[in-house]
């Protein structure tokens, strides 16, 4: 678990250098990106808070993701995954959300294998999201979400430290 501990570690110094704060919008996770976050020592000075949205319904009465979205795309869906973010960013009052949507198995859902996982990261610079395919059991794959949700979060972070003041939107 060693790993995990330094990427949240950098999250959180990465957060604090750019006078930033966080939240997080899980749903298969289940709270784990932010409980690995809430591990760093001095994680209250940016994490703002989350909410784990595990039922696709939540996702629309919680985090505001558009009933209409999910209704054609599912829950495991790029634009999902970047209205959520962008939910409980604005819900917790936070310059960055994190969020996490996928199967963990498991069997396949909604048309999607086990091991289907969608990142996303809402901040002052845009979206940013990922499709990630973990391999694994049920552990792995969540594991794996948090791993993937973490690392996008510091990649983000490291780039709106170096931008050049334009507003951008990330990409895979």
């Known amino acids: 678990m060693a790993a995990e501990g330094v990427d949240a570690e950098r999250v959180v110094a990465l957060l604090r250098e750019a006078d930033l704060?966080?939240?997080t919008a899980e749903s298969l996770t289940a709270g784990l990106v932010s409980a690995r976050i809430a591990d760093v020592p001095g994680a209250s000075d940016v994490l703002r808070g989350g909410v784990v949205s595990y039922a696709t319904d939540a996702k629309a009465s919680v985090l505001g993701v558009p009933a209409d979205l999910l209704?054609?795309?599912?829950?495991?869906?790029?634009?999902?995954?970047?209205a959520m973010a962008a939910g409980a960013a604005r819900l917790l009052g936070a310059d960055v959300g994190v969020a996490t949507t996928g199967v963990a198995g498991p069997g396949p859902h909604d048309?999607?294998?086990?091991?289907?996982?969608?990142v996303a990261v809402s901040g002052p610079d845009g979206l940013a999201a990922e499709v990630l395919r973990l391999p694994g059991d049920r552990a792995a794959v969540r594991e794996g979400a948090v791993r993937g949700a973490l690392d996008l979060l510091a990649r983000v972070l490291a780039q709106h430290q170096e931008r050049d003041g334009s507003s951008r939107r990330w990409e895979e």
Do not use: F, K, Y
Request: hydrophobic share 40%; glycine share 14%; aromatic share 0%.
């Open 21 to 23: 704060t966080v939240a």
């Open 71 to 82: 209704e054609r795309t599912g829950p495991v869906h790029r634009a999902v995954a970047e």
């Open 111 to 118: 048309g999607h294998p086990a091991g289907t996982v969608v």
